[in-house]
């Protein structure tokens, strides 16, 4: 059990990390500094954010949804990250405790 978590925890942070690497590259490929204030908006979701009132940095961070980033880069790239041979949202593989 401890490593399907320790898969999972891997998985969506490598998502998460690769999907700011792609948004820093787009704006730094474009050149275009009106995009700066979006991307320190994800920037800041993606470091920052939390769900926990406890544990978060502000309360106006709010996380971004990591399972929404992995379909975006499935779909992007063609490759099932969601856990799912056939890319079927409805198949996906969920880890429980039970």
């Not at 978590?5 to 999907?19: I, K, N, P, V």
């Amino acid at each position: 059990m401890t490593s399907g978590f320790l898969a999972r925890g891997t998985l969506e942070t490598s998502c998460l990390l690769w999907d700011v690497m792609m948004q820093v590259a787009d704006v730094t490929d474009e050149g275009d500094t009106t995009k700066l204030k979006g991307l320190s908006e994800v920037l800041n979701k993606s470091l920052f954010g939390g769900r926990a009132k406890d544990v978060m940095v502000d309360e106006a961070i709010e996380a971004r949804n990591v399972l929404t980033i992995i379909d975006r880069l499935s779909r992007k790239m063609d490759v099932p990250l969601d856990g799912s041979m056939l890319g079927d949202r409805s198949t996906r593989i969920r880890i429980t405790t039970e």
